[in-house]
């Protein structure tokens, strides 16, 4: 059933095409009513899994597609894919929601939409490498037109910063895929069987390298961030939060699927040199965030220093440190969306401002208490405060990191300090300023949020604390995923 | 004695002058010339290395030299023809006055 | 003699002839039924060619005509390519005074060339069958002789193509005499050996005088310029017919006649390869005229093909039918409605496309797709056409590190490639037009033959195996020794 997900998606992205409804409600009912299908469907298999412990694959669909090549269609999910899909499925719908202002061409808005999520769901549910590449690309053309079109601050810029910057990540991917695929002999480019056949090392020590990093140029691994901020600023709300919600994820999502688990040798040789890169993402973005005037720049640069501890918790190879990546994955999916939707919908919308000096002498939390509160609670989840998904994610990171490389891990706490330095900072300019420079309520004059808004923020801020309380609910389905047979060679090398 | 070398170095010289004249000539019935020269020095080329070779492949060469000079009077023919529609809008048979060729 | 077997190139040669006798007994309102009628013979024809089974090859005329797999492989394909450039002619041509009989008879001889072509196993029908094309194209590229535009393309294309001619047949010439026959096949097996300086002098000079017909570097520089200045259709038959025939030639030369030489050449060969890549995708970027950009972008993608020549190997052939027959759907849907969404006259300037998504959704839409899959960005055909090409290089970079580089270097183009292609979906859909302008009405024929192009781009891409399989099978009958 999960394998709806992708179709759901298309099959409404073409429905909006063909049918271009005149009436903006069915507009955005059908979009809203297509994500909302998504997340249930995501929900309900992650809800079932594991069904059995000692087979962590569901088998979603299966079927020779170019058989002179060896190519399947291979749908399957484990628990770390279910984690992604219902991020996917949580940050689609928050997405709508968010986007229920958009007025300006909305059949193709969201026609684009649907089918960045199809492609999206695509990737996370494909265990044939082919597959999995036919939809990473195909994700790229809805995102660019999403911010070429929709976008604000130097979008084109933007735009094609971010489309060149995952066309030379995917170039890199392709060589690595057509060079394992001819080593392996040319008979499939399915994952699991690629595993376990398993690659010299010599190939895997130059192979991990150039998938690892074409993976990861989507997650924002530094010092290949920078289509990142820039992306973000442009992009529409709903764009930005699928954006650094789930996109930078197809990313990491990739690097785990594609580049670890088939060259484990490889990521031991790397993975000082790519956990380190993650060390100074996290102090990097954390730093700059830090510094920047512009509101979006600063949740921008905050994702690059979110996904530093995925790529540190990756780099660790150890069941604690790449469950709380994966952990971090759907953790920041959440928070990146909130902070974007108040940044670019709640605030930017009705103020026309991202400065932060302006955003001072505005009182937002009295315009907006209601934004105020979401505000404060992405913030908080966003610093790791326990009780919120952010601070079990990190904190497992930062434990698997002890085990692996105990200097960074120690640099990985001084990030967590730095990012609450740059988020209360924020979250004090922009909402909490003293010197209301005009009367309280001439500013907030018909300005109340709308309910699509409350709605929205609500799942998010639901799913966050959830999460914080219950961490047992998605660790229980990832862990059992890294015991599979073909994740284990990765790990191995981890424990020391 | 007269060997096939010498054919060759002959073909050879009209190719080499076809070229230059192809290359450097501005107006556009010269041009035409000196491709029309280019491809009777391999028509020569092929019919000395006809007899060569004997009478069957030789026999092959000369219906292909018949060929190619038919061929080559019918390129002639469209291409005068065209060089004359220009000069009916243009009077001018000079390639330079073509505006210049964007990069 | 197995005459009955050039019965397609035959038919397509008297349906031209029997078109410009016809045209002098009908009325000037009913020539447009004419072009009909040529359409619906060379449909029937295409689907005459598949009473012809692939089996084992057969010859004509003492073996100067070949009918294999991939002869008729490529006699398909340019007779798909012919029906769609009769039917944008016959749209097109209601903006010349007169002459729509011809126009499409040139056309009909034009694909009859190229089918000679694709059955070419001797110099002299090689020659003869490069020239019926070459010089049918003079004329077609001119076709609009009141336009000054299509006259200079007509001059420049007929120039460097007399060039080129003469040193087709000059090196034509010089392997006659070094190996003292005109067949493509030796008298020791199957290659001509490159025993003598003359067969690999005259083998370069062959390649040049293909190279023209491919638009490969550095014999590109008609592309441009042609492309702008040519009726749409012409330029059409043009990027998909005359470069599949080209490459037809160059992979029986190549592969079949002269594999020891294409060995010996294959660092040049590469280098040609990434030089057009190069080239094409770096002056295409600032183009802003869409049949120009076209034209560059025609020399990067005979770039790309030419990677499945390099490998010297049949998977690589197979991935360059594979891909022609891509690039021919979506070359060809791109040329129709260069040739519907523009006034008579107007330059196809890129800007003038904004607006187009509200005067005809059904162009707009083609456009887009034809660029996506040119950009080759999945599921559309042009994706996997690419996939197959760098499968071949990157395999062939375990052997030889200079392989490595080519693959570098395709990859960087197909990523600057996106820059221009998505410049112009952005245009069609995203610009705000300078002033509104009426709708557009698309007839019938062009609509379904812009409909054949499109359900091809979308098919092959998303079920690339039967097109797969034929180009297999096509690139088997190579007889590679």
Same mark, same amino acid.
């Not at chain 1, 688990?261 to 490889?266: V, Y």
């Not at chain 1, 990832?478 to 994740?487: F, G, N």
């Given at each position: 059933?999960?394998?709806?997900?992708?179709?759901?998606?298309?099959?409404?992205?073409?429905?909006?095409?063909?049918?271009?409804?005149?009436?903006?409600?069915?507009?955005?009912?059908?979009?809203?009513?297509?994500?909302?299908?998504?997340?249930? +469907?995501? @929900?309900?298999?992650?809800?079932?899994?594991?069904?059995?412990?000692?087979?962590?694959?569901?088998?979603?669909?299966?079927?020779?597609?170019?058989?002179?090549?060896?190519?399947?269609?291979?749908?399957?999910?484990?628990?770390?894919?279910?984690? +992604?899909?219902?991020?996917?499925?949580?940050?689609?719908?928050?997405?709508?929601?968010?986007?229920?202002?958009?007025?300006?061409?909305?059949?193709?808005?969201?026609?684009?939409?649907?089918?960045?999520?199809?492609?999206?769901?695509?990737?996370?549910?494909?265990?044939?490498?082919?597959?999995?590449?036919?939809?990473?690309?195909?994700?790229?053309?809805?995102?660019?037109?999403?911010?070429?079109?929709?976008?604000?601050?130097?979008?084109?810029?933007?735009?094609?910063?971010?489309?060149?910057?995952? +066309?030379?990540?995917?170039?890199?991917?392709?060589?690595?895929? @057509?060079?394992?695929?001819?080593?392996?002999?040319?008979?499939?480019?399915?994952?699991?069987?690629?595993?376990?056949?398993?690659?010299?090392?010599?190939?895997?020590?130059?192979?991990?390298?150039?998938?690892?990093?074409?993976?990861?140029?989507?997650?924002?691994?530094?010092?290949?961030?920078?289509?990142?901020?820039?992306?973000?600023?442009?992009?529409?709300?709903?764009?930005?939060?699928?954006?650094?919600?789930?996109?930078?994820? @197809?990313?990491?999502?990739?690097?785990?699927?594609?580049?670890?688990?088939?060259?484990?040798?490889?990521?031991?040789?790397?993975?000082?040199?790519?956990?380190?890169?993650?060390?100074?993402?996290?102090?990097?973005?954390?730093?700059?965030?830090?510094?920047?005037?512009?509101?979006?720049?600063?949740?921008?640069?905050?994702?690059?220093?979110?996904?530093?501890?995925?790529?540190?918790?990756?780099?660790?190879?150890?069941?604690?440190?790449?469950?709380?990546?994966?952990?971090?994955?759907?953790?920041?999916?959440?928070?990146?969306?909130?902070?974007?939707?108040?940044?670019?919908?709640?605030?930017?919308?009705?103020?026309?401002?991202?400065?932060?000096?302006?955003?001072?002498?505005?009182?937002?939390?009295?315009?907006?208490? #209601?934004?105020?509160?979401?505000?404060?609670?992405?913030?908080?989840?966003?610093?790791?405060?326990?009780?919120?998904?952010?601070?079990?994610?990190?904190?497992?990171?930062?434990?698997?990191?002890?085990?692996? #490389?105990?200097?960074?891990?120690? @640099?990985?706490?001084?990030?967590?300090?730095?990012?609450?330095?740059?988020?209360?900072?924020?979250?004090?300019?922009?909402?909490?300023?003293?010197?209301?420079?005009?009367?309280?309520?001439?500013?907030?004059?018909?300005?109340?949020?709308?309910?699509?808004?409350?709605?929205?923020?609500?799942?998010?801020?639901?799913?966050?604390?959830?999460?914080?309380?219950?961490?047992?609910?998605?660790?229980?389905?990832?862990?059992?995923?890294?015991?599979?047979?073909?994740?284990?060679?990765?790990?191995?090398?981890?424990?020391? | 004695?007269?060997?096939?070398?010498?054919?060759?170095?002959?073909?050879?010289?009209?190719?080499?002058?076809?070229?230059?004249?192809?290359?450097?000539?501005?107006?556009?019935?010269?041009?035409?010339?000196?491709?029309?020269?280019?491809?009777?020095?391999?028509?020569?080329?092929?019919?000395?290395?006809?007899?060569?070779?004997?009478?069957?492949?030789?026999?092959?060469?000369?219906?292909?030299?018949?060929?190619?000079?038919?061929?080559?009077?019918?390129?002639?023919?469209?291409?005068?023809?065209?060089?004359?529609?220009?000069?009916?809008?243009?009077?001018?048979?000079?390639?330079?006055?073509?505006?210049?060729?964007?990069? | 003699?197995?005459?009955?077997?050039?019965?397609?190139?035959?038919?397509?040669?008297?349906?031209?002839?029997?078109?410009?006798?016809?045209?002098?007994?009908?009325?000037?309102?009913?020539?447009?039924?004419?072009?009909?009628?040529?359409?619906?013979?060379?449909?029937?024809?295409?689907?005459?060619?598949?009473?012809?089974?692939?089996?084992?090859?057969?010859?004509?005329?003492?073996?100067?005509?070949?009918?294999?797999?991939?002869?008729?492989?490529?006699?398909?394909?340019?007779?798909?390519?012919?029906?769609?450039?009769?039917?944008?002619?016959?749209?097109?041509?209601?903006?010349?005074?007169?002459?729509?009989?011809?126009?499409?008879?040139?056309?009909?001889?034009?694909?009859?060339?190229?089918?000679?072509?694709?059955?070419?196993?001797?110099?002299?029908?090689?020659?003869?069958?490069?020239?019926?094309?070459?010089?049918?194209?003079?004329?077609?590229?001119?076709?609009?002789?009141?336009?000054?535009?299509?006259?200079?393309?007509?001059?420049?294309?007929?120039?460097?193509?007399?060039?080129?001619?003469?040193?087709?047949?000059?090196?034509?010439?010089?392997?006659?005499?070094?190996?003292?026959?005109?067949?493509?096949?030796?008298?020791?097996?199957?290659?001509?050996?490159?025993?003598?300086?003359?067969?690999?002098?005259?083998?370069?000079?062959?390649?040049?005088?293909?190279?023209?017909?491919?638009?490969?570097?550095?014999?590109?520089?008609?592309?441009?310029?042609?492309?702008?200045?040519?009726?749409?259709?012409?330029?059409?038959?043009?990027?998909?017919?005359?470069?599949?025939?080209?490459?037809?030639?160059?992979?029986?030369?190549?592969?079949?006649?002269?594999?020891?030489?294409?060995?010996?050449?294959?660092?040049?060969?590469?280098?040609?390869?990434?030089?057009?890549?190069?080239?094409?995708?770096?002056?295409?970027?600032?183009?802003?005229?869409?049949?120009?950009?076209?034209?560059?972008?025609?020399?990067?993608?005979?770039?790309?093909?030419?990677?499945?020549?390099?490998?010297?190997?049949?998977?690589?052939?197979?991935?360059?039918?594979?891909?022609?027959?891509?690039?021919?759907?979506?070359?060809?849907?791109?040329?129709?409605?260069?040739?519907?969404?523009?006034?008579?006259?107007?330059?196809?300037?890129?800007?003038?496309?904004?607006?187009?998504?509200?005067?005809?959704?059904?162009?707009?839409?083609?456009?887009?797709?034809?660029?996506?899959?040119?950009?080759?960005?999945?599921?559309?055909?042009?994706?996997?056409?690419?996939?197959?090409?760098?499968?071949?290089?990157?395999?062939?970079?375990?052997?030889?590190?200079?392989?490595?580089?080519?693959?570098?270097?395709?990859?960087?183009?197909?990523?600057?490639?996106?820059?221009?292609?998505?410049?112009?979906?952005?245009?069609?859909?995203?610009?705000?037009?300078?002033?509104?302008?009426?709708?557009?009405?698309?007839?019938?024929?062009?609509?379904?033959?812009?409909?054949?192009?499109?359900?091809?781009?979308?098919?092959?891409?998303?079920?690339?195996?039967?097109?797969?399989?034929?180009?297999?099978?096509?690139?088997?009958?190579?007889?590679?020794?």
């Amino acid at each position: 059933m999960a394998s709806w997900t992708i179709y759901l998606s298309f099959i409404g992205a073409a429905l909006l095409l063909a049918v271009r409804p005149r009436d903006m409600r069915w507009v955005r009912g059908l979009a809203l009513g297509t994500a909302l299908a998504g997340l249930v +469907l995501g @929900l309900a298999a992650a809800a079932r899994y594991p069904a059995d412990p000692a087979a962590p694959l569901i088998v979603l669909a299966r079927a020779r597609w170019i058989p002179s090549l060896g190519i399947e269609y291979y749908l399957a999910a484990d628990g770390i894919s279910l984690t +992604l899909v219902v991020l996917t499925g949580i940050a689609s719908v928050a997405g709508v929601l968010f986007s229920w202002n958009v007025e300006r061409r909305a059949a193709e808005y969201f026609a684009l939409y649907l089918a960045l999520i199809g492609g999206v769901y695509g990737v996370f549910l494909s265990f044939d490498w082919f597959l999995l590449f036919v939809f990473y690309e195909v994700a790229i053309v809805p995102k660019y037109f999403l911010i070429a079109i929709w976008g604000s601050t130097r979008r084109e810029y933007g735009a094609m910063k971010l489309a060149l910057y995952s +066309l030379v990540g995917s170039a890199l991917v392709l060589v690595g895929m @057509l060079a394992a695929y001819g080593v392996s002999g040319g008979q499939t480019f399915n994952l699991i069987e690629l595993a376990r056949g398993g690659f010299s090392s010599g190939f895997q020590t130059w192979a991990f390298p150039v998938v690892f990093v074409g993976f990861a140029v989507l997650a924002g691994i530094w010092p290949l961030h920078t289509w990142a901020p820039t992306g973000h600023v442009a992009a529409p709300t709903a764009a930005s939060m699928l954006l650094a919600g789930v996109v930078m994820k @197809l990313g990491a999502y990739g690097a785990l699927r594609v580049g670890m688990m088939l060259f484990p040798q490889g990521a031991m040789v790397w993975r000082p040199l790519f956990a380190g890169l993650g060390v100074i993402g996290i102090l990097y973005g954390a730093c700059v965030a830090l510094v920047q005037r512009d509101f979006k720049f600063v949740i921008g640069y905050s994702s690059v220093s979110h996904m530093g501890f995925v790529l540190l918790g990756l780099m660790t190879l150890n069941a604690t440190g790449v469950g709380g990546a994966v952990m971090q994955m759907f953790s920041h999916g959440i928070i990146a969306g909130l902070l974007f939707a108040v940044v670019g919908r709640m605030v930017y919308d009705r103020m026309h401002t991202r400065d932060l000096a302006d955003l001072e002498g505005m009182a937002l939390n009295r315009v907006l208490p #209601f934004a105020g509160l979401t505000f404060a609670v992405a913030c908080a989840a966003s610093m790791g405060v326990p009780g919120f998904s952010g601070f079990i994610s990190e904190l497992l990171v930062v434990i698997g990191a002890w085990k692996a #490389f105990p200097p960074l891990a120690v @640099l990985a706490g001084v990030g967590i300090v730095a990012g609450a330095a740059y988020t209360l900072r924020v979250l004090q300019k922009s909402f909490f300023g003293d010197h209301p420079r005009a009367p309280v309520e001439e500013m907030g004059r018909g300005q109340g949020l709308t309910w699509p808004e409350r709605a929205g923020a609500v799942l998010l801020m639901a799913a966050t604390v959830v999460v914080g309380l219950y961490p047992s609910l998605l660790l229980d389905i990832i862990m059992p995923s890294l015991q599979a047979s073909w994740m284990q060679a990765m790990l191995k090398g981890g424990q020391g | 004695m007269i060997t096939a070398h010498h054919y060759l170095a002959v073909a050879a010289m009209l190719f080499g002058i076809g070229l230059a004249g192809a290359l450097t000539r501005r107006n556009s019935i010269l041009v035409l010339m000196s491709i029309e020269l280019m491809l009777n020095a391999a028509n020569l080329n092929l019919v000395a290395f006809g007899r060569q070779a004997g009478w069957e492949q030789g026999s092959q060469a000369a219906l292909w030299v018949m060929c190619a000079i038919a061929i080559a009077a019918a390129e002639s023919g469209v291409g005068l023809a065209l060089i004359l529609a220009i000069y009916r809008h243009r009077r001018s048979a000079h390639l330079d006055e073509s505006p210049p060729l964007k990069g | 003699m197995n005459a009955i077997l050039t019965m397609p190139e035959m038919a397509v040669t008297a349906l031209a002839l029997g078109l410009l006798v016809l045209d002098l007994w009908t009325p000037a309102d009913r020539k447009g039924d004419l072009g009909i009628a040529a359409i619906g013979g060379l449909a029937l024809i295409l689907a005459g060619s598949f009473l012809f089974g692939a089996g084992a090859p057969q010859y004509a005329f003492g073996g100067m005509y070949v009918l294999d797999g991939m002869a008729l492989f490529f006699k398909r394909l340019m007779l798909g390519v012919g029906v769609v450039a009769l039917a944008a002619a016959l749209e097109y041509s209601k903006r010349f005074a007169a002459g729509t009989a011809e126009y499409c008879a040139l056309i009909l001889l034009a694909v009859s060339g190229m089918m000679w072509a694709a059955s070419a196993n001797h110099w002299a029908l090689l020659f003869v069958s490069v020239e019926l094309m070459t010089v049918t194209f003079y004329v077609l590229v001119s076709f609009e002789r009141t336009r000054m535009p299509s006259l200079e393309a007509g001059v420049k294309y007929l120039i460097l193509g007399a060039l080129a001619s003469a040193f087709l047949v000059y090196g034509v010439a010089l392997v006659f005499g070094g190996t003292g026959t005109l067949g493509f096949a030796g008298d020791s097996g199957p290659g001509l050996g490159t025993g003598s300086v003359l067969v690999r002098v005259g083998l370069a000079l062959v390649l040049a005088g293909l190279g023209f017909k491919i638009g490969m570097v550095p014999c590109q520089f008609w592309a441009p310029d042609v492309y702008q200045g040519a009726p749409a259709p012409t330029a059409a038959l043009l990027a998909a017919g005359s470069k599949a025939a080209g490459f037809a030639l160059l992979l029986r030369v190549l592969l079949e006649a002269a594999p020891d030489w294409a060995l010996e050449m294959r660092p040049v060969l590469m280098l040609i390869a990434g030089a057009s890549i190069l080239y094409g995708n770096l002056c295409a970027i600032p183009q802003r005229n869409l049949k120009r950009l076209l034209g560059y972008s025609s020399i990067a993608h005979a770039g790309y093909m030419l990677l499945g020549i390099v490998v010297l190997e049949r998977a690589g052939a197979a991935a360059i039918l594979f891909y022609l027959a891509g690039y021919a759907c979506a070359v060809l849907a791109a040329f129709l409605v260069a040739a519907l969404a523009f006034d008579p006259g107007e330059p196809e300037e890129i800007p003038a496309l904004a607006g187009l998504h509200r005067r005809s959704p059904y162009l707009a839409a083609a456009l887009a797709l034809s660029m996506i899959s040119l950009a080759g960005i999945p599921p559309l055909v042009g994706f996997f056409g690419k996939f197959l090409l760098l499968k071949g290089v990157v395999l062939a970079a375990f052997d030889s590190r200079s392989f490595g580089w080519l693959a570098g270097v395709a990859l960087a183009g197909i990523v600057t490639s996106f820059y221009y292609y998505f410049g112009v979906v952005r245009a069609i859909y995203w610009s705000a037009p300078a002033a509104e302008r009426p709708p557009i009405a698309v007839s019938r024929v062009a609509g379904a033959a812009l409909g054949a192009c499109l359900v091809g781009i979308v098919a092959a891409g998303v079920f690339p195996s039967p097109l797969l399989e034929a180009a297999r099978l096509a690139a088997g009958a190579l007889r590679i020794p």
